[in-house]
């Protein structure tokens, strides 16, 4: 299935790119199987999205949890803690 | 949200136009020290502050609130953001407008880039203030 991935701030900054449509392979269906599959691309992914790192995600524009689902046409975005006010 | 300015004083007479209303609380946040560029995500900024006041409306009696973002680039004693709540009575309108700050803070997709330095880390202590309103009971009310 078909997903948009969105990325943020320093999390934008440290991939160069701010969104890509991807197609997950089978079985990539929550917010941490999707962070997962873009980290095993290597170099700056697996650095940036590394479990260590405190990534936040969301899912169609709401706050989402690793354990969130993620469905055909979905966006999912990953971004460093917020930092607003 | 928005890339110009504000004026508070223009925001909270529009919120003193109903008679129910007896008092206003109002946050200002301005950028302190050094100049910085505010990004979003456009949508869910939206999305999230619309949930925010919800859940404030939900909690105190809010007869009306205003919430403004600024964002891009902002200089020292800019303002950045107004939370400016209207109620019936002062407690509900000082603990919806902290409570909006609070959460804003934490739940809000905005990151500030400070000239020179970089991206701001997340403070624990925004966590912290975030993490006292859910323990927070919704306060009892008197029927009358």
Known sequence: MK?????FASVKESLGTEAEVIELPAGVSTVAAVRA???????????????TRRVTAAVNQDMAKPSAAVKAGDEVAFFPPVTGG | MQREDFDLSK???ALRRDPKVGAIASFVGQVREVGMTLEHYPGMTEKALAGIVEEAKARWQVKDCTVIHRYGELAPTDQIVLVAVASAHRGDAFAACEFIMDYLKTQ???WKK???????EAKASDDAAAERWAQDKKPERKAG
Not at chain 1, 3 to 7: G, H, I, K, W, Y
Not at chain 2, 114 to 120: L, P, T
């Open chain 1, 3 to 7: 997903v948009t991935v969105r990325f």
């Open chain 1, 37 to 51: 599959h873009l980290r095993a691309r290597g170099g700056a992914w697996s650095e940036t999205l590394a479990e």
């Open chain 2, 11 to 13: 925001e909270v007479d």
């Open chain 2, 108 to 110: 809000a997709p905005f």
């Open chain 2, 114 to 120: 400070e000239a020179g330095k970089g991206w701001v």
